[in-house]
DNA sequence: GATGAATGAGTATTCATTCAT
DNA sequence: AATGAATGAATACTCATTCAT
């Protein structure tokens, strides 16, 4: 008995799946030009062929696996929100940076080594800004709001600053005092 | 007749210094295994082989580059200082993470790469805890004199600040506001 | 729809047969060092890749061929007899080296290369022992039967007449007159 | 002041020895191709130019080599001798077979691989032959005169079997019974 | 006579991608 | 949808040889 299209969808979806999760792990552990694409097909249990069913080149690949995920942190920090953030609402921001890290840890470091890699940037420079430039206005809002002297150096400051956690937190999680980091923040630019 | 051995060291230094520094251009720009090896030899008007005359290969000259990038900012910082920093001595510090950045762009973008990838990483893990080891405790030890509570989340929140800033500017030096943001970082950090 | 596992096993080992087959001719013709990969490739039909899909490195190649050439022969002389060979086995011995020679030149003109070769030797040197060791204690038991007053000597010098009508055959095979030599031999040594 | 063109000469000479030996040494060790130029030129102690100096290329290194090795060994033997060897001197040449392998291992090493290596052997084929026909033409009028029934075969025989005496010498000088072999070939054919 | 910097063709090996099945 | 054999261009690295000094 064939299978019905939506049994058919649902093996497509889940096979993407597993080739981003797998992928995204591993170019976070090795770099992209320091994984190859018969790597991932076999940490994945499949043939090299078969990503090309879903991927139509390796670049497609890191591009879908950082775009998707931009469009997750969206969905959850929900950047694109017109009104401006109260002084709650940024404490719970920035406690959520911390748990997002820890619980993405692979992609925030595919993130920055794509943000350092000026030829992968290029792919997505576009959904990067979409992405960044409203997170950016919030923060220059917020500080406007906040009545201080140079909201724009304290939103990029600010920004810097989570890119620098970032940094630090992905190579090294064990050792980073990430909570009490971002408690020391919370005192420093809410006060 | 042959050159003199003054004549011979000469030339030698000089080829180094030439692949050296397009070496490094060119890792900061395209990554360690995106740069290849016959790139840097063209870039530098050389033959492939001549690189291998002087560095036993691309590990032996990445390497030399990041360590011989650290003494120059060690030579620069006098980060081994035993002694406390003042508030004037942090202050012409930070000014200085400004220029320094500005005057050697390729090299910390280099740097923000190699500390992102993991094998290239090992390569120069021991130089790299020299260099940074008595550069965070001097930060702890000034912490610790102004008599803040955290002194050690303090130095790593500005340690992971200074990475980001670096982060932000070599990737866009065009537009990162650098010197507002360490004029509100003295501000934040030393009142 | 993807071929058969037996498919793809019988597509395995005929493309690897070829493939030993094409380096074992080129080896013996023109040394280890003196035979390239690419040459390989180019005689066999094939794409450089394809090589490093059935053999991990050109070292392994050749260690394949010869460990494989020495199973092959050990079947043939069923050299790890217990017991002690009677007259008629040794007339039975001697003239088969002579068609053994014939029948596979290209492999023992390898096998005398690889012994000249120390680098590749130590590759094999198990392999080479465990063929080697049996045969020798099999004509030392032989030529202690038979009561001669030095029988290790007579061992050794079978031995290393084997090797030089090896040397001899494979070097001009025309005019080397092999089977004569042998039947003196005969006469020589079983008498 | 100058030196003179005897002085000139001697050194020259004393170059070119030192050259050969360290070549014949490396090329014994590790083969024609597993030797580089530059290696012989920092064993030798002297600049990889200077070689080129006094041999046109690497071929003509190993050939020189070769040949003068021939000159050398065609000395000591009088292998041109017009007349035929009595018992007396068959011993003589036996023994002294033992004792030249002895002292010149590297030089009959290389002579071996050469011999297995047809692109090299091509080089001196003509110097070969003129070496070995007269050896060879000897070994037969000495079976001859012993009347023995197939002089050729014998001559061949025995010279198979001083290859492989020398090829199992050269692998392992250590542990080859080679003097007690020696007498066991005068104990067989001389009777 | 002597040096060693410099070249460039060559080597082993890897890998993204294709395609017949 | 799925396989893995096959390709070929690219990569790091080596080395015989040249040549200005």
Redesign the pocket.
């Known amino acids: 008995m064939p299978r019905t299209e939506e049994q058919?969808k649902d093996?497509?979806e889940q096979?993407k799946a597993l080739i981003k999760e797998t992928a995204m792990e591993l170019f976070a552990q090795k770099g992209f030009?320091?994984?190859?694409?018969?790597l991932i097909a076999k940490q994945a249990g499949?043939?090299?062929?078969?990503i090309?069913?879903y991927f139509t080149?390796?670049?497609d690949l890191i591009k879908t696996i950082i775009i998707d995920g931009f469009k997750i942190i969206i969905d959850v920090f929900d950047t694109n929100k017109d009104g401006v953030l109260t002084d709650e609402e940024m404490v719970f921001f920035l406690k959520g940076t911390s748990s997002i890290l820890k619980e993405n840890t692979s992609f925030w470091k595919l993130y920055l080594i794509v943000m350092m890699q000026a030829d992968v940037m290029k792919l997505i420079e576009n959904e990067f800004m979409e992405f960044l430039a409203p997170l950016l206005k919030t923060l220059v809002q917020y500080f406007e709001q906040k009545g201080v002297k140079d909201p724009v150096a304290h939103a990029n400051l600010l920004g810097a600053l989570l890119d620098g956690i970032t940094l630090n937190y992905v190579i090294d999680p064990e050792h980073f005092p990430i909570d009490s980091i971002i408690d020391l923040i919370i005192d420093k630019f809410l006060k």
Chains 1, 2, 3, 4 share one sequence.
């Open positions: 058919y093996i497509r096979k030009s320091g994984t190859s694409m018969s499949i043939s090299k062929g078969l090309y069913n080149n390796k670049e």
